[in-house]
């Protein structure tokens, strides 16, 4: 069983600043299968990225992945009011238990 | 686009079965590209896949909640189905649908999600 570790839990900031995320698992698989949701309130999650680093259709360019084995980092360059969500990274039907962005 | 709408009652009381259909639209159920998944989401936590079924009707549980799951898909109906049996308040969760992409498991398109709380 694919166990993802998501960190920090929780991640305060003020727009514009640099956000990283970050997601272990607990075995090194291929990255082809590492993606990255984002979650508002009363939303279903959204595909950001797929496959460790592609950004899926219509995503902006400031949200960009990278990693491979068992660490994988989803980074948004410059937070935008509307980037402040929860944030999921998922591996096959494993997901990891989500870091939230909050507005410092 | 591929579009999924959940339905089904929004209440059910302990002991009793779950039941939910999700009505695809924008494509076919019978694409070879997709597996058909629920996902669902406790409030105030974390997402967890309940299961998943390809249009073959090939299916696929998460082993903690295998014994009281049964997905099925009707494909002149261009839909598919949960039922989860014996539940209890631990099930009261947002769930949802999703389109999992065939080969590389991603969830890519969601429907809106419907709340179901179990509740005497």
């Known amino acids: 069983e694919i166990v993802l570790t998501q960190s920090p839990g929780t991640l305060s900031l003020s727009p514009g600043e640099r956000a990283t995320l970050s997601c272990r698992a607990s075995?090194?698989?291929?990255?082809?299968?590492l993606a990255w949701y984002q979650q508002k309130p009363g939303q279903a999650p959204r595909l950001l990225i797929y496959?460790?680093?592609s950004r899926a259709t219509g995503i902006p360019d400031r949200f960009s992945g990278s990693g491979s084995g068992t660490d994988f980092t989803l980074t948004i360059s410059r937070l935008e009011p509307e980037d402040f969500a929860v944030y999921y990274c998922q591996q096959y039907e494993a997901f990891g238990q989500g870091t939230k962005v909050e507005i410092k | 686009q591929l579009q999924l709408q959940e339905s089904g009652p929004g209440l059910v009381k302990p002991s009793e079965t779950l039941s939910l259909t999700c009505t695809v639209s924008?494509?076919?159920?019978?694409?070879?590209?997709?597996?058909w998944g629920w996902i669902r989401q406790p409030p105030g936590k974390g997402l967890e896949w309940i299961g998943s079924?390809?249009?073959?009707?090939?299916?696929y549980y998460n082993p903690s909640l295998k014994s009281r799951v049964t997905i099925s898909v009707d494909t002149s109906k261009n839909h598919f189905s949960l039922r989860l049996s014996s539940v209890t308040a631990a099930d009261t969760a947002v769930y949802y649908c999703?389109?999992?992409?065939?080969?590389?498991?991603?969830?890519?398109?969601w429907g809106q999600g419907t709340l179901v709380t179990v509740s005497s």
């Open positions: 075995q090194s698989l291929s990255s082809s299968y």
């Open positions: 496959s460790a680093s």
């Open positions: 079924i390809y249009y073959t009707g090939n299916t």
């Open positions: 999703a389109t999992i992409r065939a080969g590389i498991h991603l969830f890519d398109y």
């Open positions: 924008g494509g076919s159920i019978s694409n070879s590209n997709y597996y």
